[in-house]
């Protein structure tokens, strides 16, 4: 019943005056996922954007920038590649490539060494470990740029507890009762969304309001389980908290929040500790921000019986 | 410059009636030690006990009764097969394998799953695996037994931070200066140590006094600092810690405590937070307890930048 949701990411910008990306064929972006090992299994559009729900995570399309991101174990750097060949490099404005250490990293096709290795032969970029390679870490490429990044942030839950995780694992879900439990069209009334099940179990949403984006991405499995929440959704500007309401709602052990040009407050958040923070200026334009928070309760472990 | 500090461990009683085990040569020792890939460096030896300093780690020979912890990439396991063919599975009363989660686990010989497969095909047993795979665990085999097992308790520390760690991690260190610094000796006047200074970093201590050990290894390295103690003191008649004195010394950002048949009092710890904790019966003889410690400090990480 083990699913690997840690998720590898990349963002990839093209200057002005290419033609839109939105222009590609469905044939085009299955062919890159093909790649890396996933396949499309729905797609939502408004003006601004494509976006596809995948067998593992999401795919964004927008005229100048595409956001892929895929779990499991997905070979995300191949499909990185592709894209690059095809835009041609010297049409790309930036490039990062962002990837979680996986609860089983010896399951991974690559490690993330290998994956800058393979990217250094198409482009300059500095590469990063931020945090201790004995708890969670994140590793970051981020291509030679005087571009601003876009704007993102992402909430990555571990150890969702309480009833509404209990349903999340249970085997008879619905859709319709997963997506009231989470609020989402509650709490973002813009936005318009595009969800799917797994089987056993497992969730995918994404969502679209103009050129802003929210996808979520749920495994619910009991030793695994692992909730990643991205958005461009700009917090400085907004009253209230889209992830306050999710770690609410799915009271994570503990929790990372990670940010490219973007502060966040955690005034609203539930009872937690700061435990550790990391500011990166990534060059003039850009920073990554990188804080982890814990509950601040013991939590009682029972030993798993490892059958063999 | 990494090195595995996490080490793997076993503990393994003869019957009454079975020859002592400090009968055997060096040969013999180094003939399994030789399956593990570590090699004997220096030896202690008191009325009760030999205790061998090992080129990754220690091992510990009482007259009924094996402690061998190996770290690095050593492959314990098939040491342990040495032992228990070499010993004849009928003379053995209680046999457990311990394993921690490593910082570099792709890096190892063996999984801890295949390490049990390979037990399994000698004797029988459970195995367990406490606190989660995207965290610090721990893995542990026990065999079938109605024996008491010895009491023994573990510190490990992890990111150890100040101007003793800093001296740990410097290229002209003494032995004796580390030895000074630790205070062993005043903390624990009954005891006899046989320490060794590794090359660029990294020390090992054994200690001695009648039936009791003491053996600590620090892995100073920055980015998988480790400090390990083991000992089977018994720290509910002991109105002193030694382990809180080497909290207090070390200043690690987490640790955890891990007993088999001993509660610990963590009164005279630093300034900490108690964030999990596991209670687990083995059986109607023997319990296994896990805490894990953080101190409540926010800690700034560094990114480290990553050359490929």
Redesign the interface.
């Known amino acids: 019943m083990f699913f690997e949701g840690s998720e590898k990411k990349i963002e990839l910008r093209v200057k002005q005056g290419n033609a839109s990306l939105r222009g590609f064929s469905r044939d085009f972006w299955e062919q890159g996922l093909a790649l890396a090992g996933a396949d499309i299994l729905s797609v939502l559009s408004n003006g601004e954007c494509d976006a596809y729900v995948l067998s593992e995570s999401s795919l964004f399309v927008w005229d100048s920038k595409v956001l892929l991101i895929t779990c499991g174990n997905t070979n995300l750097i191949e499909a990185a590649v592709f894209l690059i060949d095809e835009l041609n490099v010297d049409n790309i404005a930036s490039f990062t490539y962002q990837r979680k250490?996986e609860?089983?990293?010896?399951l991974q096709a690559t490690?993330?060494?290998d994956d800058?290795?393979l990217l250094?032969s198409r482009l300059n970029g500095?590469?990063?470990?931020?945090?201790?390679?004995?708890?969670?870490h994140h590793?970051?490429f981020c291509s030679e740029t005087t571009e601003m990044l876009s704007r993102s942030t992402s909430l990555l839950m571990?150890?969702i507890k309480g009833d509404i995780a209990e349903y999340l694992r249970q085997p008879n879900q619905t859709k319709a009762q997963i997506l009231a439990l989470l609020q989402l069209p509650k709490l973002l009334p813009e936005f318009v969304f595009d969800d799917h099940l797994f089987e056993p179990c497992g969730y995918s949403i994404n969502g679209l309001y103009g050129e802003h984006f929210l996808t979520m991405h749920i495994t619910p499995q009991e030793?695994?389980a692992?909730v990643s929440i991205e958005t461009n959704l700009n917090f400085e500007q907004s009253s209230f908290n889209i992830f306050s309401s999710m770690l609410k709602i799915l009271t994570p052990c503990s929790w990372d929040i990670i940010s490219v040009n973007q502060q966040l407050s955690a005034d609203s958040y539930p009872l937690h500790?700061?435990?550790?923070?990391?500011e990166?200026a990534l060059n003039a334009a850009n920073s990554?921000n990188?804080k982890h928070y814990?509950q601040?309760v013991?939590?009682?472990?029972?030993?798993?019986?490892?059958?063999?």
């Open positions: 250490s609860f089983l990293s010896h490690r993330f060494e800058c290795q250094r500095t590469a990063y470990r931020v945090g201790h390679l004995d708890g969670h590793y970051l571990y150890h030793h695994s692992y500790i700061e435990v550790a923070c990391c990166l990554f990188y814990i601040p013991r939590e009682e472990l029972t030993a798993a019986v490892i059958k063999v």
